[in-house]
């Protein structure tokens, strides 16, 4: 009875070694096939497109008085506005749709330029509208009677395409993203990390503070993050923190989104009228919506600001300096707006392609990210390439668009051993597997050569007494 007993347990334990190592090789096989480049189907979606496709491109290439702009259609093509039917045939050539207006983008920046001249209200906004081929300029609830009086008439002597709007809430910027910076002037959100060859930065909203500000990582003021050391608002919003380390350290790719988790930011580009965008912020964390106008003018108390990126994306005291980004790819950071994430609202961003050249910065961006534009360095870290306006048109399908690639906060290389090895996009679990397996196989052979030699030893020395 207990040989039979020994049996069943070789047995079984055979059995699950074996089961072992075809669990182990689907694991090693599973593993390898993750860490393949994904089939063209899935890169398409988040690979640029052309040059040459892209609206913005075509546009330059036929000349403002010829088109009034481009953005992206329901179904993922670009869109030009054309304003002759030469124009139109060009287009539809290439590929994009093309809508015939009435007004050029000549005509509808020299009613911009009127609006700009005119005496200053504060609570004012104003965008060219690409798709209705019209200038929009929104009141708040803090413009008096008087002073919409005093603009419907401007707007009306300016032309028939300009057109008044009342907009609930007030135009402020959102001082007070995602992760918070204090200071003694408010509490702002860290935007993206930068570089100047030398010393790392935070790229953040220019209203945050001017250049001497300090900034900490928390409200008792014992974590010194650094000092603003270049801010510009009004005109343009942003900002240079430069860390008080001198480096961002781990992590420097990622933004956080909230809940310990992040997105990790591959490069930089221009936004696209249509395209979805996310927004991240300390106060109200993730949010998204569509880019509705490019080079938006808004007046706030503090001073006007131009050439910002108006977005439906919701967004609340505090969020200011957050990153905006689609795909994985930086589109710039908060500047201010109206609204709330309750009711909804309108938000106005600062191209980060136009701060970070103002700058003379570059965006930092993870080695693996950098190998593939071919510009990693001999730090393992590496800076962006020059943006690319055709990295916007990614949005093949732009309900399918997501923030990006997620990523922990705190940076991978804080990721414990044991997280690692139990990882199932690593080879290591399987491997572990394979290597148990043949250990249990080999100890059932032993076990049952050295039962079968002890066995042998005896009955001869019975037979031999």
Known sequence: MRHARRRIVRRVTRLAAVGGLLLGGAMVTQAAMASETPPAAVRALAAPTGAGDT????????????TAGSWIGADGRPVVAVTDDAA???????????????????ELKSAT??????????????????????????????????????????????????????????????????QPILSTGGRCSAGYNVTDGQSDFILTAGHCGPAGSTWFANNQGNQQLGQTVSST???????????????????????????????????????????RVFRSGSTSGLHDGTVTALNATVNYPEGTVTGLIQTTVCAEPGDSGGPLFSDGIA??????????????????????????????????????????????????????????????????????????????????????????????????PGLLVIAGSLIALVATRYIRAEQDRKAYQRYYSATWG
């Open 331 to 428: 589109l710039g950071v908060t500047s201010g707006g109206s609204g709330d994430c309750t009711a909804g609202g309108t938000t106005f961003f600062q191209p980060i392609t136009k701060a970070m050249t103002a700058l003379n910065v570059k965006l930092i961006v993870s080695a693996q990210s950098a190998a593939r534009n071919g510009a990693q360095n001999a730090g393992g870290t590496a800076q962006s390439t020059a943006p690319s306006p055709a990295a916007t048109q990614a949005a093949i399908a732009p309900n399918a668009v997501s923030p990006g690639a997620a990523a922990p906060v705190s940076g991978g290389q804080s990721e414990t051993l044991l997280a690692r090895l139990t990882d199932t996009r690593n080879i290591g």
């Open 113 to 178: 330029a009127t609006l700009r001249s005119a005496p200053r209200v504060a609570g004012t906004a104003w965008a060219v509208d690409y798709r209705t081929n019209r200038v929009v300029v929104s009141a708040d609830s803090t413009v008096s009677r008087s002073d919409w009086s005093r603009m419907s008439q401007l707007a009306a002597k300016t032309g028939d395409f300009v057109q008044m709007e009342r907009t609930k809430g007030t135009f402020t910027t959102r001082l007070n993203g995602a």
């Open 233 to 275: 608002f009004p005109g343009n919003d942003f900002s240079l923190v430069k860390y008080a380390s001198g480096k961002a350290g781990d992590g420097a790719d990622v933004v956080a989104i909230g809940g310990g988790n992040g997105v990790r930011i591959t490069g930089a580009a221009d936004a696209a009228v249509g395209q």
């Open 88 to 106: 139109a045939r060009a287009v539809r050539g290439a590929g994009a749709e093309a809508k015939v207006v009435a007004h050029s983008m000549d």
């Open 55 to 66: 609206g913005a491109a075509l546009v330059a290439r036929l000349g403002t008085a010829r």
